[in-house]
């Protein structure tokens, strides 16, 4: 199981949104970069950066950012947040070395885009599916769907998703431990690759969600505030 420690740009800060609710926000480290190499010095050879900024206004704020990582660090990222047309997919995967897009808000709104981007780039594309009460919720969270998690997954799965990343939103930032169920349920009845996301909150917690048979999983606020041993963490899955 891959380990994505997180890093959430707000404002070119890294940050992490309680429930995903932008007036609740903790600034963590005013340096992402440094906060990166932090993470590859612990080990990790994967990294998760979500452009906050973007993923409410659809517009790409803290690109440069990313860019950076991902070009000076030589981690793997991960990245999400308003990634709504094939330019700006483009630019990350082929211009900026990005490893893999997560799709959230477009894969809900815009399905020609989406097709469009799995026949072009599927093992570089992960799906967000950001849930709350079992509905998928979009524009940075702000928004339900109407769709339920599952249904939602398959017919991504239908159109060519190979991945997807599966936020709990209720359990975002609060530390009580993940949606094991929910997790399982996905990786059961839709065979895709699931890389889970929201309330790891103990190293114990990183070790339970992985008996769910996801492939990975996000880890944040469980970091900067030490509730995870990251380095330790990482020698051990």
């Known amino acids: 199981m891959i380990i994505y420690p997180a890093i959430d740009l707000l404002g070119g800060k890294c940050v992490r949104l309680r429930q995903g609710k932008y007036d609740q926000v903790t600034v963590y480290n005013d340096d ?5 190499q932090r993470f590859k010095d612990a080990g990790a050879e994967w990294i998760h950066v979500v452009d906050l900024d973007a993923a409410r206004s659809g517009i790409p704020t803290n690109h440069e950012i990313i860019k950076e990582i991902s070009i000076k660090t030589g981690l793997k990222v991960d990245t999400g947040g308003g990634i709504r047309n094939m330019d700006t997919l483009r630019r990350w995967i082929e211009d900026y070395g990005v490893q893999r897009c997560v799709i959230g808000t477009s894969a809900i709104k815009d399905r ?31 928004e339900g769907s109407g ?24 359990r975002d930032g ?27 909150g103990s190293d114990e917690d990183i070790m339970y ?28 899955v």
Request: charged share 25%.
């Open 209 to 236: 969600i992985k008996g769910s048979g996801c492939e990975g999983v996000i880890v944040g606020k469980a970091i900067y505030e030490g509730k995870v041993d990251l380095k330790k963490c990482l020698q051990s």
């Open 174 to 200: 609060m530390l009580t431990g993940p949606a094991f169920d929910s997790t399982k349920e996905l990786v059961d009845r839709t065979g895709l690759k699931v890389t889970a996301s929201g309330g790891i």
């Open 32 to 36: 992402p970069m440094e906060q990166a």
């Open 147 to 170: 769709v339920t998690a599952v249904d939602f997954a398959k017919t991504m799965k239908s159109i060519g998703a190979q991945a997807i990343v599966f936020t709990d939103i209720a």
């Open 112 to 142: 020609k885009f989406t097709e469009e981007a799995l026949k072009r780039y599927a093992d570089k594309i992960a799906i967000g599916i950001d849930a709350k009460g079992g509905e998928v919720a979009v524009d940075g969270w702000t």
